[in-house]
């Protein structure tokens, strides 16, 4: 649903977008950006269920498995048939995140195994009166007599909340729903209408660390005594790790249980598959630079471990690009840039000769070529034209090149170039790769590594290649796979010495990564770049990692960072006398001690007060305190005392103490 | 067998057949039947009825019909209860005495106050032909309500013998395997077994599943039925095994039997108790670093810790004797969220801002329950914490981030 409400906010904003450009550019640059918008989309949707694809085909296999198990009748599953099926999910700790996985397993339930299922979480759950309630109306859609809440009318439909209820209905439901199977009296069809005739009860603990263990256990108890009319089966959403099943039931519970462990990837290989589809492809033109990246992943490794946040904060670098960059008609698939590069305004020409990249560019050309690119739009057109497919070449070289040097420098001790591809992307999108202390470091090793081990990754690099479509890397890939014979050949020569030619080999293939690293520059020196990275770290930051505290503090010491009135700015960035009253108060609070007399505090203010009324300093009543500034003065007060920055204290009755430190 | 049963009210074969269903009970209900006539009874469990609503319905349907539990008002009270039991006695009189069997009444206990001294006396209360029976796995000492109640007659049914466990689960046998097979396999499983359990419905469990492991080698052809010594040979290894696994519920016995169907391959499948380990991120971790610092190092020590130049702190002063090497025993204490944060903010090793993002992480390991809330939710202001997890735990997750925990805590100085 957030993904949903990301669009939607997007789509809300299009139209202003449209009237800006319209005076350039008409219908056309519209299209491009939603079209983007609606393609990572999908995408995203697609990614999610491949994500959970795997976990999720298990548990509906355990499922079925479950309930046709039930139907056996041999010895040894009639023994075993009073302990319920459990399924301990574990999910890892980003608990936002399973909100969609269990919503996709409640729907491939309901869908493929069986119509009665309900999900449960803790918080609606504090006692066992609750917990049975929701499962009841979730299963049975009917109101469920509560008896505490008098105000529910006396519903006629409303039953009775316990699990006998719930098992009469169940037996009275599959007998309706057996009289059609019999009827028809196929016997091949018999087992299958058997099985269909009792579907399982599947019931969902979303988050099982919440419930109270005791609510748990009388709940399981109970189950267990109605199992032989009601087949049940639960699943644990456990977000931390298996062992808390056993610390929340007893043995005489979990001994009514037979439970089977299911472990989801872990949160880094989910990121590793986003970054891996979203990221790392030539395929999709929007790209982030190094330090937003370095924003995303670090929100991403320190703070949540959330996919979902993830990528939202990728979804919000992307709305803030092209809301932003005017430039950004450009980034989209080959075809369509070509196009808009034709239909670009004066103003956008403009645009684009202020760009850093492309002044770097003129500076290289020869004189008259400047002129020309400076002064003649058509001629500018047709570079940007130029520019524009470099900048998708340089693309569709970079990621096979940088997935090669990965997998080379990957199985080095100590991994000199990371462990991890985004590392090494990460690395590579700051600066010049090979000029890098651990670049360096990373080749001698490679020097040194057996021969087999580099034959391998090789091959490996080989099969990169062989995917990727760019002339240059065609080429590449021809070439590896020449030196890899050559390999071999050497290899059945040369086996008696063995180091010799091991070594020499090694050089050769150091040679032949030199050509590779002229593919891995750093974005920012490709000219134009801005078109398709975004750069700015400080909004992702400021909108994704939230500083409450800094904020307050902004809003009271320099009140015109939000306000946005010229009146309230000093030329020395103090706070002007005509501030709103808290901000006042908050600044003379800060030059005070631990302690605030109130009384001299308000003398303060009542001076910077009248200050602001302009009345004359030389007056009697200038600083005097009247009822109205002792009520505004009361009430900014009681405001900072609210947002904790005082507090009223025992030891002098007139005084408040201050809790917060450092002043002015 | 027979002939320890016997009531003019039931007929001898009826009792046979109880005697069948309750083997080696047959003194108690032998007891029990003369104490008792023909039964119209309404048994209830009291793990079940969640509210006493839910119980006076159940023992109004099993008396009077589902028409007479219909007369209940919305959250009845007791005395409604009496009196609508009185209502329908007058009009369907007791032949026999009617009982009420409770399973698990030690669960009333918990129930209002007035609910267990009434059941007591309900046959006053209701003037009829009542009996009460309740079932409970704690001595009737520990029910005892304070005031005006009457004794129960107390009626003790011992544990099992081991020859009891022997005959019962006997009957069990595999429909194609002889009884005296299975019989004596009990016998093997008891030998293992009995030392460490006694639960007659989790040895029942156990014998179902490692009976197959028992019959592989009558299967396989290899020995026959009546070499005993042979098969215990055989499946003595395999009971020890399971005994550290299923018995105590580290693996389900689903996976049990997988194992056993794939063969021993040397532990390689995990109990629950294996995957102790919780990844979590890594603000996330010094965060509970910090929660389990405050929780078990007294205040007054964080400034011999945490700030670098403390000055000096007389060694006698900083060590109390009796303070010392107790905190881990007495367990963790509450701590407010603003100590939580000092301690934070000083080992961590890069500048944190204090973002909304590490407040929330706070609260999501509440949530987790890696962290407890001590006050309570509706408290904005200074909220307090407990940390709730053990000593190894949090050096595992020290260990991550290369935290010298031992070394910041007052009971390893």
């Given at each position: 649903?957030?993904?949903?409400?990301?669009?939607?906010?997007?789509?809300?904003?299009?139209?202003?977008?449209?009237?800006?450009?319209?005076?350039?550019?008409?219908?056309?640059?519209?299209?491009?950006?939603?079209?983007?918008?609606?393609?990572?989309?999908?995408?995203?949707?697609?990614?999610?269920?491949?994500?959970?694809?795997?976990?999720?085909?298990?548990?509906?296999?355990?499922?079925?498995?479950?309930?046709?198990?039930?139907?056996?009748?041999?010895?040894?599953?009639?023994?075993?048939?009073?302990?319920?099926?459990?399924?301990?999910?574990?999910?890892?700790?980003?608990?936002?995140?399973?909100?969609?996985?269990?919503?996709?397993?409640?729907?491939?339930?309901?869908?493929?195994?069986?119509?009665?299922?309900?999900?449960?979480?803790?918080?609606?759950?504090?006692?066992?009166?609750?917990?049975?309630?929701?499962?009841?109306?979730?299963?049975?859609?009917?109101?469920?007599?509560?008896?505490?809440?008098?105000?529910?009318?006396?519903?006629?439909?409303?039953?009775?909340?316990?699990?006998?209820?719930?098992?009469?209905?169940?037996?009275?439901?599959?007998?309706?729903?057996?009289?059609?199977?019999?009827?028809?009296?196929?016997?091949?069809?018999?087992?299958?209408?058997?099985?269909?005739?009792?579907?399982?009860?599947?019931?969902?603990?979303?988050?099982?660390?919440?419930?109270?263990?005791?609510?748990?256990?009388?709940?399981?108890?109970?189950?267990?005594?109605?199992?032989?009319?009601?087949?049940?089966?639960?699943?644990?959403?456990?977000?931390?790790?298996?062992?808390?099943?056993?610390?929340?039931?007893?043995?005489?519970?979990?001994?009514?249980?037979?439970?089977?462990?299911?472990?989801?990837?872990?949160?880094?290989?989910?990121?590793?598959?986003?970054?891996?589809?979203?990221?790392?492809?030539?395929?999709?033109?929007?790209?982030?630079?190094?330090?937003?990246?370095?924003?995303?992943?670090?929100?991403?490794?320190?703070?949540?471990?959330?996919?979902?946040?993830?990528?939202?904060?990728?979804?919000?670098?992307?709305?803030?690009?092209?809301?932003?960059?005017?430039?950004?008609?450009?980034?989209?698939?080959?075809?369509?840039?070509?196009?808009?590069?034709?239909?670009?305004?004066?103003?956008?020409?403009?645009?684009?000769?202020?760009?850093?990249?492309?002044?770097?560019?003129?500076?290289?050309?020869?004189?008259?070529?400047?002129?020309?690119?400076?002064?003649?739009?058509?001629?500018?057109?047709?570079?940007?034209?130029?520019?524009?497919?470099?900048?998708?070449?340089?693309?569709?070289?970079?990621?096979?090149?940088?997935?090669?040097?990965?997998?080379?420098?990957?199985?080095?001790?100590?991994?000199?170039?990371?462990?991890?591809?985004?590392?090494?992307?990460?690395?590579?999108?700051?600066?010049?790769?090979?000029?890098?202390?651990?670049?360096?470091?990373?080749?001698?090793?490679?020097?040194?590594?057996?021969?087999?081990?580099?034959?391998?990754?090789?091959?490996?690099?080989?099969?990169?290649?062989?995917?990727?479509?760019?002339?240059?890397?065609?080429?590449?890939?021809?070439?590896?796979?020449?030196?890899?014979?050559?390999?071999?050949?050497?290899?059945?020569?040369?086996?008696?010495?063995?180091?010799?030619?091991?070594?020499?080999?090694?050089?050769?293939?150091?040679?032949?990564?030199?050509?590779?690293?002229?593919?891995?520059?750093?974005?920012?020196?490709?000219?134009?770049?801005?078109?398709?990275?975004?750069?700015?770290?400080?909004?992702?930051?400021?909108?994704?990692?939230?500083?409450?505290?800094?904020?307050?503090?902004?809003?009271?010491?320099?009140?015109?960072?939000?306000?946005?009135?010229?009146?309230?700015?000093?030329?020395?960035?103090?706070?002007?006398?005509?501030?709103?009253?808290?901000?006042?108060?908050?600044?003379?609070?800060?030059?005070?001690?631990?302690?605030?007399?109130?009384?001299?505090?308000?003398?303060?203010?009542?001076?910077?007060?009248?200050?602001?009324?302009?009345?004359?300093?030389?007056?009697d009543t200038f600083g005097k305190v009247d009822d109205v500034k002792h009520a505004r003065f009361i009430r900014s007060v009681s405001e900072l005392e609210f947002l904790g920055f005082i507090k009223s204290t025992r030891q002098k009755t007139d005084h408040v103490a201050r809790l917060t430190w450092g002043g002015c | 067998m027979t002939g320890v049963l016997h009531h003019p009210g039931y007929a001898d074969e009826k009792l046979q057949r109880v005697e069948q269903l309750i083997p080696c009970r047959e003194l108690q209900a032998g007891m029990l039947v003369s104490l008792m006539g023909q039964l119209p009874h309404a048994a209830v469990s009291c793990v079940e009825c969640v509210s006493a609503a839910l119980l006076y319905e159940r023992v109004l349907t099993s008396f009077f019909g589902r028409s007479a539990a219909s007369f209940l008002p919305r959250s009845p009270s007791l005395s409604e209860f009496v009196r609508l039991y009185r209502h329908q006695r007058s009009q369907s009189p007791a032949e026999q005495t009617r009982y009420i069997v409770m399973e698990k009444a030690e669960l009333l206990r918990d129930a209002d106050a007035n609910l267990l001294p009434a059941l007591l006396r309900l046959q006053e209360l209701v003037d009829d032909n009542i009996t009460v029976i309740l079932l409970s796995e704690i001595v009737w000492e520990k029910f005892r309500p304070n005031t005006g109640c009457f004794e129960p007659l107390l009626l003790h049914f011992p544990d099992y013998s081991k020859g009891e466990l022997q005959q019962i689960l006997s009957t069990d046998s595999h429909p194609s395997y002889s009884a005296e097979l299975y019989s004596s396999y009990i016998n093997i499983l008891l030998g293992v077994f009995y030392s460490v359990c006694r639960d007659l419905r989790e040895l029942r469990h156990l014998a179902a599943l490692n009976f197959n492991k028992f019959c592989e080698p009558l299967t396989e052809g290899k020995v026959k039925e009546t070499e005993t010594h042979k098969l215990w040979r055989n499946i003595e290894p395999h009971l020890k095994k399971a005994m550290q696994t299923v018995y105590i519920r580290e693996v389900s016995s689903l996976q049990w039997e997988q194992m056993q169907q794939t063969e021993d391959e040397g532990g390689a499948l995990r109990g629950l108790s294996a995957h102790t380990h919780v990844e979590l991120p890594y603000y996330s971790k010094f965060l509970l670093i910090a929660a389990y610092l405050a929780s078990y190092n007294p205040a007054r020590t964080d400034k011999r810790f945490f700030v670098k130049h403390h000055g000096k702190i007389r060694k006698t002063n900083f060590l109390k004797k009796n303070e010392k090497t107790s905190n881990h025993l007495l367990g963790p204490k509450p701590f407010a969220l603003d100590r939580l944060l000092a301690i934070f903010y000083s080992v961590v090793d890069s500048r944190v801002a204090p973002t909304a993002s590490i407040f929330s992480q706070i609260s999501s390991l509440v949530t987790l329950q890696l962290l407890t809330q001590i006050s309570h939710t509706d408290q904005l202001d200074a909220p307090k914490y407990k940390c709730s997890i053990s000593l190894d735990f949090i050096s595992a997750v020290s260990r991550t981030v290369n935290f010298d925990i031992v070394k910041y805590l007052y009971d390893f100085l």
């Open positions: 649903t957030c993904v949903h409400s990301f669009f939607q906010g997007c789509f809300v904003f299009k139209p202003s977008s449209k009237k800006r450009k319209t005076r350039s550019l008409g219908e056309t640059c519209v299209n491009p950006k939603s079209k983007n918008i609606t393609w990572i989309y999908v995408l995203l949707e697609v990614l999610q269920e491949e994500l959970n694809k795997k976990i999720l085909d298990s548990l509906l296999d355990f499922a079925k498995k479950c309930s046709t198990t039930r139907q056996h009748c041999d010895w040894a599953s009639k023994m075993r048939a009073n302990e319920i099926p459990t399924a301990a999910l574990v999910l890892g700790v980003n608990v936002p995140d399973h909100d969609m996985t269990f919503q996709s397993l409640f729907d491939l339930l309901k869908h493929s195994v069986t119509p009665h299922v309900v999900s449960v979480q803790a918080k609606e759950c504090g006692v066992l009166k609750h917990l049975l309630k929701r499962v009841l109306e979730g299963l049975m859609d009917v109101a469920v007599d509560d008896d505490d809440e008098e105000e529910m009318e006396q519903n006629p439909r409303s039953v009775h909340c316990s699990l006998s209820t719930l098992s009469d209905w169940y037996t009275a439901k599959t007998k309706v729903t057996a009289t059609p199977g019999k009827k028809r009296n196929v016997q091949d069809e018999d087992e299958h209408h058997h099985h269909h005739q009792t579907p399982p009860v599947v019931i969902i603990f979303k988050d099982l660390e919440g419930f109270n263990p005791r609510v748990l256990q009388d709940f399981i108890s109970i189950c267990s005594r109605y199992i032989d009319r009601l087949p049940l089966m639960f699943i644990f959403g456990i977000a931390t790790s298996p062992s808390t099943v056993q610390h929340m039931l007893p043995h005489s519970v979990s001994s009514l249980l037979c439970i089977e462990l299911f472990q989801s990837l872990s949160c880094t290989q989910h990121l590793a598959t986003v970054i891996d589809k979203l990221i790392l492809t030539a395929q999709f033109p929007f790209k982030l630079n190094g330090k937003v990246m370095q924003v995303l992943i670090s929100i991403f490794l320190y703070h949540d471990f959330s996919v979902r946040n993830f990528i939202k904060g990728l979804q919000l670098a992307l709305l803030e690009h092209f809301h932003s960059q005017p430039l950004s008609i450009l980034c989209c698939k080959k075809k369509e840039a070509l196009l808009n590069v034709t239909l670009l305004s004066g103003r956008d020409l403009e645009t684009v000769r202020q760009l850093p990249s492309f002044i770097r560019f003129v500076e290289k050309q020869e004189a008259g070529e400047q002129v020309k690119l400076m002064t003649d739009d058509d001629h500018l057109k047709e570079a940007c034209q130029k520019l524009i497919k470099d900048l998708r070449k340089y693309h569709k070289s970079y990621y096979p090149v940088l997935r090669c040097l990965h997998t080379l420098t990957s199985l080095l001790p100590r991994y000199p170039l990371g462990k991890q591809i985004r590392e090494l992307h990460l690395i590579c999108l700051e600066k010049n790769v090979w000029e890098n202390e651990d670049y360096q470091s990373a080749m001698k090793l490679l020097k040194m590594l057996a021969k087999d081990e580099l034959i391998t990754s090789l091959r490996k690099c080989s099969e990169i290649l062989s995917s990727a479509k760019s002339k240059k890397m065609k080429k590449a890939f021809t070439e590896l796979d020449e030196l890899l014979a050559k390999f071999k050949h050497l290899d059945g020569k040369l086996e008696k010495i063995n180091d010799i030619p091991s070594l020499t080999l090694c050089y050769k293939k150091i040679e032949r990564l030199s050509p590779c690293r002229c593919h891995l520059p750093p974005p920012e020196s490709q000219t134009l770049y801005e078109v398709c990275y975004y750069s700015s770290s400080a909004t992702v930051r400021r909108h994704l990692n939230a500083t409450p505290r800094t904020s307050i503090q902004t809003a009271l010491s320099s009140p015109c960072f939000y306000l946005q009135n010229e009146s309230l700015k000093n030329e020395d960035g103090t706070v002007s006398n005509s501030a709103p009253d808290i901000c006042i108060a908050y600044k003379l609070h800060l030059e005070c001690g631990r302690l605030i007399n109130l009384y001299d505090w308000l003398e303060a203010y009542a001076t910077v007060v009248s200050a602001a009324e302009g009345q004359d300093p030389d007056c | -």
